[in-house]
């Protein structure tokens, strides 16, 4: 795999893909994305087995705004094994985390580039956790897990030349760290963060928290959230390191490795909220910097207008033009008004104010089934198209 050739839009063929999990609700927004697509034509859906073989229309509980896509209504579905996504190069993951180790490692041991939005390959220590308007740089780490790949079934060492996991963030992380980002471009490292989030009841998948929680309630508690934000933001924001260890016969061998921010440590405190939007999360941000004096709200406000991703350089068709919106108004951004801006691929950011505690306080609001999720996944495969890492 070579990553020091970037291809131009021009020489892009069409390139055959698949979804895993194509009847939830993660699925549903990437064949929604997928289907407009430049690039990636859609040519295989999988689900569980109470969807298998049944034509996506009616093994689907479709809850989109527009029609099930008409090439994609009579499409089977398939189990999520390899074998009928063979002629796909990529394949997006929206599987339920239960599931998602198994399938996924299986489809990376048969060669395929694996777009994921689970939780369970997040940690591993050779799968970059990306967040396309933040870490693409992470993606340096992938030759080193096709090369220590080890087969799933065998446990025997499999080097792999095309197959790959990708992960994106759990998508509070995933708005959050955006505009935290743009912070440390522009003033340098972070100390201290508290989070308050309000998260959407899509954030759940479908059906979700029952009706009769959610209604005229706010639920204060998200199984697992509070440890992904804490620990993914370290992942994303911290750096890769080159690490010289001596192998077994004394040969001295280099390793890339996530600095975890170990360099500058930064201490995150989330609290999370589950409220009765449907789609949105909001996230109030309290932050310290490490520089003092600390930036004005004016200054941070500009740094974070200014904000420009390696997604968007690169010419990505999926990246938001913008990719923080900063809004002015007292009260904004507010879900239902600011969810769908760029059809939901950046993120909000408004209230930029002085923080009597921390430094500066303001807050987020990103698309958490777009950003969040299918559309992060989207750019992440556009990103390693544009970088020459996906073989076609
Ligand atoms: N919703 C969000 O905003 C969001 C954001 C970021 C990340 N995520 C993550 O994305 C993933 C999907 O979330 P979701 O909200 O889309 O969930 P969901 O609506 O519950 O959909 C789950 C999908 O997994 C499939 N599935 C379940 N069991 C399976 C099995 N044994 N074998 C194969 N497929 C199986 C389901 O197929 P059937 O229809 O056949 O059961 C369905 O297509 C989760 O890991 C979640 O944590 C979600």
Redesign the pocket.
Known sequence: MSQSSVHFHRDIPKIPVGV?????????RFIVLLCSHPWFVLKAL???????GKPYKD??RWKQTTPIPSGVSAMI?H??VPEPFKDCNVVF????????GD?EASFRAAELAVFS???NYRRDPNVPLIVPLVNTIHLTILPQQQKLHIHPLTREPQPLLRGFIVT?A??ST?GVVIPLAALERAFGPLESLVITTMQ?I?????P?VPSLDILDNVVPYISGEEEKIEWETLKILGGIIDEETEAIDGKKEKFKKFDMHTTSPLRVSAHCNRVPVIDGHTECVSVRFAKRPPPSPQQVREALAAYTSDAQTLGCPSAPTRTIIVHEEADRPQPRLDRYHQEGAGVNVGRVRQCPVFDIKFVVLSN??SI??ATSSIINAEVAVLKGIIQF
């Open positions: 895993l999990g194509a009847t939830g609700t993660v699925g549903q999988g689900a569980s087995s109470r969807s298998a093994a689907v579905v189990d999520c993951s929206g599987l339920d985390s239960d599931v998602a399938i939005n689970a939780k994106n759990n998508c995933t959407a899509s954030g759940a998948g479908y979700g958490n089934v969040g999720a």
